[in-house]
């Protein structure tokens, strides 16, 4: 006998609690002063044994009670197995075939793969059918597809569907398709109803528990596939490495198998951009190991896939190889042109700025600070950096503004930010193609000091929440940007083309944090100064982490690293910085897909493990390269689990779909619930628990009013008995 | 209850109506007026004394002569009619305290009871008189007629019914023979007990009682708990007359007490009969009045 619930089973502690009631009640009872105290004990000395004799009964029986309650409830069954062919065998049949084309399938079997010996073990099985039965073809996955969703009697349509199906080497859940299988069945007047599921019927392509549909007829397993083990490396990690040098990264590999056995050495084998680049053999003796790699990755601009692929000639093949991908120039190099350098450092217009950005983020450096003169710019090489900051300068000249707009136009990032010493006419007349907006003046609510600038000071009063800037302030505690008072900020014209995005307002309604898209860059217009001069905003907490995002953001490093995706999934590209209308991915066998935009994503069907490539196209623009938004797959980490549902398993499931199941070997396994039987004994032990400890006065009643209805008045004979 | 029953008083109310007087006077009113006659009337000779004349007394016996000298109308009364002398004995004993859900308590509805019954005796000019026992005899009120009697019988019952005799048992044969020291008339003997110690004895008294002329009246005084054993659950019983405890679940043994009560009620009433004494079975939820009615429809057809 087996148990669907086992852990129910600890419920039968609860018979002990008759037996703990049973004993206290013997110390507890009702006092009463009665008169006829004599004839009383004359009656109980009559009685006792009856007593005695009901009381145990009744303990007997609530135990039973609680001891068939908790067994009932973990659904017990009973496997049986015949291999006899019953009287609807030779009725005319609709048969739907479930193939699983899970990643578990890509274990070798023979010359083949298992996927290989489930298409030829479903073509031999619709061979098989006679020519009046009816067939259909059903593929499980992560979607359920139907390769054939109809029943006919065209057999050849089925062999082809089977025989043309491309395996997607996703996750597998047959329930679902057994559901798909009970609708497409539903449709059929046929006498005999089947269903084929051709699997390696590993525990991972079921849900837990294992459920079949109720009446779904016949279910059929056939095992194609049985792998003795599995070795698979089911996760990685990688970080930098700087005691190895500049640019190297350590990544660790675990590697497992499915089953404790004999130590085996594995090898492992670290492939960069595809080729090899280091080899370790490591000792397997327990289900686990780690296999640690240093490898040096340079200074790419684009992040650079990785895997990491053992040696197993077993188990499924796609397990064997896990993906990673390395950003190996994580840091944002940030060029600080200081427009008011003081010789006091809290003077200083960027004194401020420059602390936020040296700050750790996520425990690692996340810029690269270079700071110069503004009569430096002309001599700085742009190309070194990922954004330039122009910190309250006074002016540019008109071949910097040409250099720095060629550098935003490449995909670089400026941000300008205001104070007393900028030239709204200068900045309009050589910036006038990078500025979001022209600039009109300066507004002066009051001065650094003054004792009324609480009063007369603005406040930041609008941000676009949903821009990447502020994703960072939507979270709880964001609102300490509403806080910075503002007393001194840049006036900037009304209006503006589409590229031009408002990004925080102030209570009067000025413009304070402004956008313009140019070319792969941006430019980002702060109307307020960096420094305590216009607006108390580096003293105020939000400062460091607005300060942060807007140079991830201008450096385009606000999507981070890729995350965990596997095969089956759909990831999620934001493209909402890169304003593009379409997105190319390009998988790694080469195949490259065509993506639509909308509201700023695309979602990816995720078809391959490896590495997954990105371009993003703009209205009448030729695809540019967008690295950032590269990302890999890897193949579902639960089909490295490929021992199969166990026998016992597989008959509850027939047990509740009320089915027979057949092995591949062609043995009828028929599970027999026992729980309807037992559910059946508790209410009979419940009515006879009942009947037996109903007080005797109850039945008396019942009869009284039975024999006289329920208006029978008091007695009138001397005593009223 | 019926719609005649529901003049009388609610025995659940007993208590609340303060002083055995009061009860008395409250259970006498339910009764039909004029139902008391004297049965005895004419049954002797023997001058005994005169009576004022009330309404309701034989015109026949109006002494003429004593109207002549002082203007008053005068009734002769005879030996036997005027002194019936009537003895109620009370059984104040532990178990006569028993009382469930409601109903008063026996000792107090047969004191009422009791009371009622002086009251309709003097009334029709009988003398009343009381005897207390539980284990032994204890307080006596001799029989009188005087006006004052069903005063001092009442305050005496109310000295009762205050009284806590703890666990005493009952013995109805020790009041019995006391009585039959005591009384050398003719008499009635009435008695209200629960009858827990019924036994030989007293049936030989009862017997002893009648061949001297006494008639003897019993009241046979129950709770209903007492006969139906309404208790749930495993119950410990505690007697009221020092037998110790039971613990008993009451659901497994009715049946055989409620067997055994029965047997013994039965015992009773067919002893009674066989001393030729008048056997009248009372349950506490059952109003006065009734029982009391009975007894004078009794007495009437024995008289008749």
Redo the contacts between chains.
């Keep these: 006998m087996s148990f669907g619930v086992p852990w129910l089973l600890a419920g039968m502690l609860l018979a002990a609690i008759p037996v703990i009631v049973h004993l206290v009640n013997r110390r507890r009872a009702v006092r009463v002063r009665f008169a006829p105290l004599e004839l009383l004990r004359r009656s109980q000395q009559q009685t006792a044994r009856h007593i005695k004799v009901k009381q145990r009964v009744l303990l007997a029986l609530r135990v039973a009670l609680l001891l068939l309650l908790p067994l009932a409830m973990s659904q017990p069954f009973w496997a049986q197995t015949t291999d006899f062919a019953t009287g609807s065998d030779r009725l005319p049949a609709a048969v739907v075939f479930v193939l699983d084309d899970s990643a578990s399938l890509s274990a070798p079997v023979g010359d083949g793969t298992a996927w290989s010996a489930a298409q030829a073990a479903a073509i031999d099985a619709i061979d098989d059918l006679r020519a009046w039965d009816q067939v259909a073809v059903v593929v499980a996955g992560a979607e359920v597809v139907a390769p054939l969703a109809t029943l006919t009697d065209q057999h050849s349509l089925a062999i082809d569907a089977v025989r043309e199906h491309v395996p997607r080497w996703g996750r597998s859940d047959l329930s679902a398709a057994l559901v798909v299988a009970q609708q497409i069945m539903a449709t059929s007047q046929q006498p005999v109803r089947r269903v084929v599921v051709v699997t390696d019927n590993a525990v991972s392509a079921w849900p837990t528990p294992a459920a079949a549909p109720l009446g779904l007829g016949e279910l059929t397993i056939l095992d194609v596939a049985d792998p003795a083990s599995n070795l698979a490396v089911t996760s990685l990690r990688w970080e930098e490495a700087p005691e190895a040098g500049v640019g190297a990264w350590r990544v660790e590999a675990s590697v497992a198998r499915e089953a404790a056995g004999d130590p085996v050495d594995v090898e492992a084998t670290l492939r960069v951009a595809g080729s090899p680049v280091a080899t370790q053999v490591a000792r397997l003796d327990d289900l686990q190991v780690t296999l640690s790699f240093t490898h040096t990755f340079g200074d790419s601009d684009t992040p650079v896939p990785f895997s990491v692929e053992v040696r197993d000639a077993i188990g499924p093949s796609l397990d064997n190889v896990r993906w990673g991908l390395v950003s190996p120039r994580a840091a944002s190099r940030v060029l600080l042109v200081n427009g008011d350098a003081r010789s006091v450092q809290y003077n200083d217009e960027l004194f401020f700025a420059q602390r936020a950005l040296e700050a750790p983020m996520g425990g690692r450096i996340a810029t690269q600070l270079s700071s110069i003169p503004p009569e430096a710019l002309a001599s700085t090489p742009l190309e070194g950096f990922d954004v330039v900051v122009l910190a309250n300068v006074a002016a540019v000249s008109a071949p910097d503004a040409t250099r720095l707009q060629a550098f935003v136009t490449a995909g670089g990032g400026l941000l300008i930010s205001g104070g007393d010493r900028v030239d709204p006419t200068g900045y309009n007349a050589t910036l006038a193609g990078l500025l979001p907006r022209p600039l009109r003046g300066v507004r002066t609510l009051g001065e650094y000091g003054d004792p009324d600038l609480a009063i007369r000071a603005t406040r930041v009063a609008d941000v676009d929440s949903r821009h990447p800037i502020f994703a960072v302030f939507a979270a709880p505690g964001g609102e300490t940007l509403q806080s910075a008072s503002v007393w001194s900020y840049l006036l900037i014209e009304p209006g503006g083309d589409g590229d031009v995005r408002t990004l925080a307002t102030l209570g009067d309604g000025a413009p304070v944090l402004l956008e313009r898209v140019l070319g792969s860059g941006a430019v980002v217009l702060l109307a307020t100064s960096l420094d305590l001069d216009w607006t108390d905003l580096p003293v105020r907490t939000a400062y460091l982490p607005l300060l942060h995002r807007i140079v991830e953001h201008l450096a385009r490093r606000s999507s981070g690293t890729a995350p965990h995706v596997e095969v089956g999934d759909v990831r999620e590209l934001d493209v909402a910085t890169w304003r593009a209308d379409r997105v190319w991915v390009e998988q790694t066998d080469g195949v490259r897909r065509t993506l639509l935009v909308e509201e700023d994503a695309v979602r990816v069907p995720v078809a391959l493990a490896g590495p997954h490539t990105v371009w993003i196209g703009r209205p009448g623009e030729e695809p540019a390269r967008a690295a950032l938004l590269d990302f890999v797959a890897n193949t579902p980490g639960v089909e490295s689990a490929v021992a199969g549902l166990g026998p016992d398993a597989v008959a509850r499931m027939a047990a509740e779909a009320r089915t027979g199941v057949v092995s591949a070997e062609g043995a009828r396994a028929a599970g027999q619930s026992l729980w309807p039987i037992l559910l059946f004994g508790v209410l009979i032990v419940l009515y006879i628990e009942t009947a037996v400890a109903a007080r005797r006065r109850v039945w008396e009643r019942i009869a009284q009013r039975m024999r006289r209805g329920p208006a029978a008045g008091a007695a009138t004979d001397g005593f009223g008995r | 209850m019926t719609s005649a029953s529901l003049r009388y008083v609610d025995p659940r109310q007993l208590e609340a109506l303060g002083s055995t007087q009061l009860r008395a006077r409250s259970v006498i009113e339910g009764i039909v007026t004029g139902l008391h006659r004297n049965p005895h009337r004419g049954s002797s000779v023997e001058f005994a004394e005169y009576k004022e004349y009330r309404p309701g007394d034989d015109l026949r016996h109006i002494d003429w002569r004593a109207f002549g000298r002082v203007d008053r109308y005068y009734v002769k009364q005879f030996e036997d009619e005027t002194n019936l002398r009537a003895w109620l004995l009370l059984d104040v004993s ?3 305290d ?1 009382a469930w859900e409601g109903a008063p308590s ?1 000792r107090l509805w047969s004191s009422t009871l009791l009371a009622s019954l002086a009251w309709l005796l003097l009334r029709q000019g009988d003398a009343p008189g009381l005897l207390v026992f539980d284990e032994r005899p204890g307080m006596v009120l001799p029989p009188s007629s005087r006006s004052t009697q069903l005063d001092d019988l009442c305050a005496a019952l109310d000295t009762v019914e205050t009284q806590r005799n703890g666990p005493r048992r009952t013995s109805v044969s020790a009041a019995l023979a006391r009585i039959a020291e005591q009384v050398r008339r003719r008499s009635l003997v009435v008695i209200a007990s ?1 009858l ?1 110690d019924a036994h030989e004895e007293m049936v030989t008294l009862m017997r002893l009682l009648r061949t001297r002329g006494l008639e003897v009246v019993v009241f046979h005084v ?20 020092g ?2 405890e ?4 009451p ?8 067997r ?3 047997a ?2 039965e015992q009773v009433r067919q002893t009674c009969v066989a001393a030729d004494v008048e056997y009248f ?1 009372c ?1 506490t ?2 109003p006065i009045e009734e029982r009391l009615l009975d007894f004078v429809r009794a007495r009437q057809r024995r008289t008749r």
């Design positions: 532990g178990s006569m028993f026996k629960d827990l129950l709770d209903r708990a007492e006969l139906t054993l309404p208790f749930e659950g495993l119950t410990l019983f505690e007697g009221l007359e037998e110790g039971v613990l008993a679940d659901d497994a043994l009715r049946a055989e007490y409620q055994q009560f029965g013994q009620l079975a349950v939820d059952q």
